[in-house]
T-cell receptor, first 114, second 110 residues
Framework: DTGVSQNPRHKITKRGQNVTFRCDPISEHNRLYWYRQTLGQGPEFLTYFQNEAQLEKSRLLSDRFSAERPKGSFSTLEIQRTEQGDSAMYLC????????????FGPGTRLTVL | GIQVEQSPPDLILQEGANSTLRCNFSDSVNNLQWFHQNPWGQLINLFYIPSGTKQNGRLSATTVATERYSLLYISSSQTTDSGVYFCAVDRMDSSYKLIFGSGTRLLVRP
């Protein structure tokens, strides 16, 4: 069990640029989740996948955000035309997909938009 | 939506002291997890505890689902226990997203 991995760990970009983050879940985990955490707050849900299907999206996920999970394995989160308000820690989690199960989190990608 | 409230917001302890962190939630839940976020931002699973009591070393947790609260006990605290402790729940409506409280920031002094 190698845990959830995320890349890059840090990203600094200029306003208006596009960025893409990757999450590799624990192998055999069917569900994959994205959360966002700003300074001093708890993580907030963005979206989740059951295998390759994106089943729920938060209202926080504006049309500049898109997430994919091709083939039900790794996932990518893309932010287009970044804004300073997008600066945050982006966390990925995965779980087996049972009715009641535990979510395991990756180390996160810290995004800074200048 | 469901509300998750954690108390106290901040806690300073001397090494060796015991503490109790509380999590109140406003609706029935399917899942309740306690996490420790270390200074590097990693969320570390402590307990999956939608009901009942569990213990793991110096840590234990109790959830009373009928009264909608959970408690995390830390005994004989160590400086490495410092960080932020989060409680997170998901609702009993087939939505698997976790709703987090705002956390308890713990500092353990040597």
């Amino acid at each position: 069990d190698t845990g959830v991995s995320q890349n890059p760990r840090h990203k600094i970009t200029k306003r208006g640029q596009n960025v893409t983050f990757r999450c590799d879940p624990i192998s055999e985990h069917n569900r994959l989740y994205w959360y966002r955490q700003t300074l001093g707050q708890g993580p907030e849900f963005l979206t989740y996948f059951q295998n390759e299907a994106q089943l729920e999206k938060s209202r926080l996920l504006s049309d500049r955000f898109s997430a994919e999970r091709p083939k039900g394995s790794f996932s990518t989160l893309e932010i287009q035309r970044t804004e300073q308000g997008d600066s945050a820690m982006y966390l990925c989690a995965s779980s087996f997909g049972q009715e009641t199960d535990t979510q395991y989190f990756g180390p996160g990608t810290r995004l800074t938009v200048l | 939506g469901i509300q998750v409230e954690q108390s106290p917001p901040d806690l300073i302890l001397q090494e060796g002291a015991n503490s109790t962190l509380r999590c109140n939630f406003s609706d029935s839940v399917n899942n309740l997890q306690w996490f420790h976020q270390n200074p590097w931002g990693q969320l570390i699973n402590l307990f999956y505890i939608p009901s009942g009591t569990k213990q793991n070393g110096r840590l234990s947790a109790t959830t009373v689902a009928t009264e909608r609260y959970s408690l995390l006990y830390i005994s004989s605290s160590q400086t490495t226990d410092s960080g932020v402790y989060f409680c997170a729940v998901d609702r009993m409506d087939s939505s698997y997203k976790l709703i987090f409280g705002s956390g308890t920031r713990l500092l353990v002094r040597p």
